[in-house]
């Protein structure tokens, strides 16, 4: 089974400014003499080169990655601390490709040698102090045994290909890139969770004492990750990104055991752009209120017909559902569906809609993007993508592995510490040539179902995430998973709360459905998970009327709500 | 002996206290009061209600840090709170547990619903915080309960159950406590700064491709609460450092060295000279060994096991069945215990040699100069343990037992920790004293029977792998390619070649076959001084089945056993070939020269 992404939208709603990108950049040779682990990453680099260049079978490319990680956590229920941690860690990953750009040891495996049981790629820590030579230790052996496994793998590839059929796809495994160099400075990342314990004690005690909500948290993340990548081919990237994160997350449960999750993400990149005490603390009251009408509203056991998506669950739904089928290599993968390899040039979607994905802006619709950055995970530049232009399908999303008819990167190889790089997602626009107001489009939906005979439609309001299936091997369906959806009724009485359904469907069946724009556009950030782990990713798009979707009844906790009512709580001295 | 357990109940009292701090005391008053709520009024219509409920609360102040070539790896503080209830539906004849289920066991709950087991709560404890997580964690475990009694009684209705062993045994109310030491706090930076520089010793020996050294400090104080009218108040104190080296011998054969000392206290762990010492040491040692030659037949025939080895052999193949263990019964049957349930049925069979006895002493805190890390006063029920002997002159006497009744011991005898009942301090003795020997004479018996069987050469082995640093940190730092030949296979580290001549060889790529407990009856003379190894033994009642643990404390006393028959093998895995360029200290060493 291929599960090619579970999105997590909750985690980073909102986004505020940051340039610190930018404003740190400097020339490599400007401040890298100093850098110890930059130091002993080219220094073992170029013993390997040496050593590999004559090797049987030599190697034709190396790769380091070190993730330089800082963070601080913190997190609270019931207005107390849960979690206070400051953590500091540094991660190698090694690339090494035997054999040559055209076919190296990466290439796919078909058949039963695809299997291999315990060769995943994992993350080797290094050290956080001390001098070059403790790094250098670690770097070399972690190239060597990396190099024996890309040796293995490249006689598997070798037999494979000459027992299985021609292949669909002959491009090349790897394409060259230009060397790139860049050295952004280092930003500290203090310790101070007294100063944050005190707001986050304060928002999660908003949690405690309303009768409804079982229970919930409130977490701070705060993150500096200084990457490093040093290649072979002469790249040398250094790059810092500082990430501050809020989640609030709050549960009840209704009569029937439906287990009702909401939240509330806001990310910035310094912690002075994130809201305010005040406005966080008025969304947690929101937030309270929104759980008490969830938990009594009415079931929807199963519906098919119109629907409005807000700009944000349209976001998540084309990520989904057209995202992860333009990233590049599944085209290559013999085992995935390759929805979108015959639509190239031809007509996909309405000729109202275009499909960007550009990871080189970092604000739309005044919010800040999550999926925006310089250099990708293999040195390429950023480059916006212009996949669907009038409805037609003209790019796939690509990474340094070609595919036939796209031969370059257009800088999408993205990764997480631990992982290999693959085409993966950016900035998302869903942009429409044609809209209308919010209240049009409202409308459009009330005529929709007053067509077809139907009380009423839906309107997708908030998602927390979803699932898409590419693999041949079951069906190539979609489920996205809502949290706030209303019934917008077709006589134009008030709309009114649902609960307990997922979204579901096949991507051409829904594409074709799409009927109508608004002029108002949502963005949603999240964190996207699939092969080469979890990368920050937005989606931004107008709200979508489509003319049929369909739900399907959500999985639920069988379980009744607590059987005692909560204890009546007393004062006491707090643990230190 | 069950007569003896009764009366122990009966005579429970506290055992060593100190002033608690008043959040202390409400947080064992919020684990009473939401524990008589709970005996009250929880129930579902038409379902049994919880005849019995305990709560333990584990609070805990951890430190850890892990170091190479005078580096940091890692380093964190952390603070946490953890609550675990245990709940019984039906009786004591009868009731939820002893029943296998996986839907519920294995995780505490579904994935949808509150955790009960292990629960992560705010460790900023108040009265009313904890009442509320105690409320929520209570629901789960009850709901999870009830349905684990139904799905256990509709399987008793269709089977003619032969065993009637209750599954459980009431006891009357008691208070016990065991917190007069401080709780032990540590510098973390100092012990970092030491560490760095013990660890950069490491440079000097370029034949290594790791080492590194990792501290643990893991104090908890433990509350501990039931229906039953018990408490328990205890502070559990355990530090460990760990030293591991890998290389690689010239032939490619992945190679290890280790050095583990735990301890109740930082003060009691050795010196920070000790532990350089103890990395030189250990740092030569691994050199030596990528030096040495390979064995290459198996053999079979009489093996001297010294100190750590003849400890560490105890621990890995007789200490584990020591332990009570009750077949669990499924929906498939009866689930007998095959993993070290050798003893279930032995009481009063010899399983040893006749001269050799065990006995376990888990309030003993020295024996001789080494502290005794595992040592405790209360368990995790809170019951007092009281030394026993295990096996006298060779022959089985007792078995160590939580309140999870078996067959044979109906009564804990004080020996639940970790999830379940465990080994704790262990001492091997000798009762014959013409079978202890010498250093000279255990070689000379060797030398006799190597004689009578004509075999030119014997076995020396003075250092074997400890499971939990193979599968922590050997495997982790050889790239998961380090040979350790598989089940009931334990990897020797250190081992001498001793021809009949006196001639003696170092060799490595050996593995130690015991074949089962049967091997301690087959020990034929033991050494005069005991070794006291403190480790993290694998919890013998498995933590999937208890939500306990995976590695609890240990500690074995054993004195070098000479054992007449054991199998010796080679190594016969494949294994990676060796770096294609030296490591860079390895080259700086080179242009040294």
């Known amino acids: 089974m291929t599960v090619a992404c579970r999105t997590q939208w909750h985690w980073w709603r909102s986004l505020l400014v940051c340039a610190c990108w930018v404003l740190g950049s400097l020339p490599l040779s400007a401040r890298d003499s100093s850098d110890v682990v930059l130091t002993a990453l080219t220094t073992e680099l170029a013993r390997w080169q040496t050593a590999l260049a004559t090797a049987k079978p030599p190697a034709y490319f190396i790769g380091y990655w070190v993730y330089d990680q800082q963070v601080m956590v913190l997190s609270a229920e019931n207005g107390a601390l849960e979690t206070a941690t400051c953590t500091h860690r540094r991660l190698l990953d090694v690339s090494v490709r035997v054999g040559s750009y055209q076919l190296d040891n990466t290439h796919i495996l078909r058949g039963s040698s695809a299997i291999q049981f315990g060769r995943g790629t994992s993350s080797v820590p290094l050290p956080l102090d001390g001098d070059a030579e403790a790094l250098r230790q670690v770097i070399w052996l972690a190239t060597d045994r990396t190099y024996k496994a890309a040796l293995e793998r490249y006689e598997k590839v070798l037999t494979n290909r000459a027992v299985k059929v021609r292949e669909e796809d002959s491009s090349a495994d790897f394409s060259p890139a230009l060397p790139q160099r860049t050295y952004e400075r280092a930003i500290p990342l203090p310790c101070d969770t007294a100063q944050w314990a005190t707001r986050i004690r304060r928002l999660s005690a908003l949690l405690l004492g309303q009768p409804h909500v079982l229970g919930g948290d409130v977490t701070l993340r705060a993150e500096v990750e200084r990457r490093y990548f040093v290649t072979s081919e002469g790249t040398a990237l250094v790059t810092t990104e500082p990430q501050w994160r809020i989640t609030i997350s709050a549960r009840t449960k209704a009569d029937d055991g439906m287990i009702l999750p909401l939240y509330r993400t806001y990310l910035a990149r310094s912690p002075e752009r994130l809201p305010s005490q005040d406005s966080l603390e008025r969304d947690v009251e929101d937030l309270v209120a929104l759980l008490a009408q969830l938990r009594t509203a009415p079931v929807l056991d199963s519906y098919a017909g119109p629907a409005l998506l807000s700009g944000r669950a349209a976001g998540v739904f084309f990520h989904e559902i057209f995202g992860h089928r333009a990233e590049g290599h599944r085209i290559k993968d013999p085992s995935s569906s390759q929805t979108l390899k015959p639509f190239v040039g031809k007509q996909l979607l309405p000729s109202f809609l275009d499909v960007v994905f550009d990871p080189t802006i970092d604000r ?35 990474c340094r592995s070609p595919i036939e008819g796209f031969p370059a990167s257009n800088g999408h190889g993205r990764k997480q510490a631990g992982y290999a790089p693959v085409a993966r997602q950016s900035n998302l626009l869903v942009l429409a040539r044609e809209h209308v107001p919010f209240d049009s489009l409202k409308e459009m939906l009330r005529a929709a179902c007053r067509r077809e005979g139907k009380p009423y439609g839906l309107y997708f309001v908030d998602i927390v995430g979803g699932f898409t299936f590419t693999s041949r091997t079951i069906p190539n369906a979609f489920t996205v998973q809502p949290l706030v959806v209303y019934k917008v009724f077709a006589d134009g009485s008030p709309d009114e709360l649902i609960r307990g359904v997922d979204f579901i469907g096949t991507p051409l069946a829904t594409f074709a459905n799409i009927v109508a724009a608004s002029d108002e556009v949502g963005v949603f950030n999240g964190i996207c998970g699939a092969e080469s782990g979890n990368v920050p990713v937005s989606a931004c798009a107008p709200a979508l009327l489509v003319s049929k979707i369909e739900v399907q009844k959500k999985a639920k906790s069988e379980s009744k709500p607590p059987l005692l009512p909560p204890p009546v709580p007393t004062t006491g001295e707090v643990a230190p | ?404 009744p078996t067959r044979r011991i109906r009564y804990s005898n004080g020996r639940s920790r970790g999830g379940g009942a465990m080994y704790d301090v262990l001492l091997l003795r000798c009762n014959d004293r013409s079978r202890v020997a010498s250093d000279a004479q255990l070689l000379d018996r060797m030398m006799s029977i190597l004689k009578r069987r004509d075999l030119p050469y014997g076995y020396i082995v003075t250092e074997l792998l400890n499971q939990n640093l193979l599968y922590t940190a050997v495997y982790q730092q050889t790239g998961g390619t380090f040979p350790s030949g598989g089940d009931n296979h334990i990897p020797a580290l250190t081992v001498e070649r001793i021809w009949r001549d006196g001639r003696r060889e170092r060799v490595r790529g050996v593995v130690v076959s015991p074949g089962g407990y049967q091997v301690f009856r087959d020990v034929v003379a033991v050494g005069r001084s005991q070794y006291v190894q403190n480790l993290l033994a694998p919890s013998v009642i498995s933590p999937y089945q208890t939500g306990g643990a995976q590695y609890v404390l240990a500690t074995i006393a054993t004195p070098d056993l000479l054992v007449e028959d054991v199998e010796l093998r080679p190594i016969e895995d494949g294994f990676p070939t060796p770096p294609l360029i030296p490591g860079p200290l390895a080259e700086r060493a080179g242009g040294r020269k």
Do not use: C
Request: aromatic share 8%; proline share 5%; glycine share 6%.
């Open chain 1, 364 to 398: 739309y619709a005044g919010v800040e993007l999550a999926g925006t950055y310089r250099f990708d995970d293999e040195g390429v530049p950023a480059q916006r993508v212009v996949s669907v232009e009038g409805g037609i399908f003209r790019n796939f999303l690509m």
């Open chain 2, 1 to 404: 002996m069950i007569a003896r357990a009764v009366a122990l109940v009966g005579i429970i009292a506290v055992v060593a206290t100190a002033q608690l701090p008043s959040w202390v005391l409400d947080a064992q008053r919020a684990l009473r009061d939401e524990i008589r709520r709970s005996m009250d009024s929880l129930a579902i219509e038409g379902i049994k209600k919880p005849y019995y409920l305990e709560y333990t609360l584990r609070y805990r102040w951890s430190a850890r840090a892990s170091v190479a070539y005078g580096a940091v790896l890692d380093s964190e503080r952390t603070q946490t709170a953890r609550v675990t209830v245990g709940i019984r539906v039906g009786s004591p004849e009868r009731d939820n547990t002893n029943f296998f289920d996986a839907a519920l066991l294995f995780f505490g709950g579904g994935e949808q619903e509150e955790p009960y087991r292990n629960r992560l709560i705010p460790h900023e404890l108040t009265y009313g915080v904890l009442r509320r997580q105690l409320w929520l964690a209570t629901d789960a475990a009850y709901k999870a309960a009830v349905e684990q009694y139904a799905k256990k009684e509709a399987v008793l209705k269709n089977r003619v159950q032969r065993d009637t062993t209750p599954d459980f045994v009431l006891l009357p109310p008691a208070t016990v406590a065991d917190t007069a030491a401080p709780l032990p706090r540590v510098s973390l930076g100092t012990v970092v700064a030491h560490l760095e520089r013990i660890s950069a010793i490491a440079r000097e020996y370029p034949a290594l491709q790791q080492a590194t050294i990792t501290f643990e400090h893991l104090p908890e104080l433990v509350l501990f609460v039931n229906s039953e009218g018990r408490s328990a108040v205890k502070i559990h104190r355990q530090v460990g450092i760990e030293i591991v080296a890998t290389t690689q011998a010239a032939d490619g054969m992945p190679l290890a060295q280790t050095y583990a000392v735990y301890a109740r206290t930082l003060e009691e762990l050795p010196s920070w000279d000790s532990l350089a010492r103890a990395l030189r040491g250990l740092a030569q040692r691994l050199t030596n060994q990528a030096a040495a030659p390979a064995i290459e037949e198996p053999y079979s025939g009489p093996v001297l096991f010294r100190g750590q080895a003849a400890a560490e052999l105890f621990a890995q193949v007789f200490a584990p069945n020591l332990v009570a263990q009750r077949p669990q019964l499924s929906e498939q049957g009866v689930q007998q215990q095959e993993r070290f349930g050798a003893f279930q049925n032995k009481l009063g069979a010899r399983v040893m040699a006749e001269f050799l006895s065990v006995e376990s002493a888990p309030q003993q805190t020295m024996i001789g100069n080494v502290p005794a890390a595992a040592a405790y006063r209360i368990d995790d029920e809170g019951i007092q343990p009281e030394p026993l002997t295990l096996v006298r002159g060779g022959y089985l006497e007792h078995l160590l037992s939580s309140r999870v």
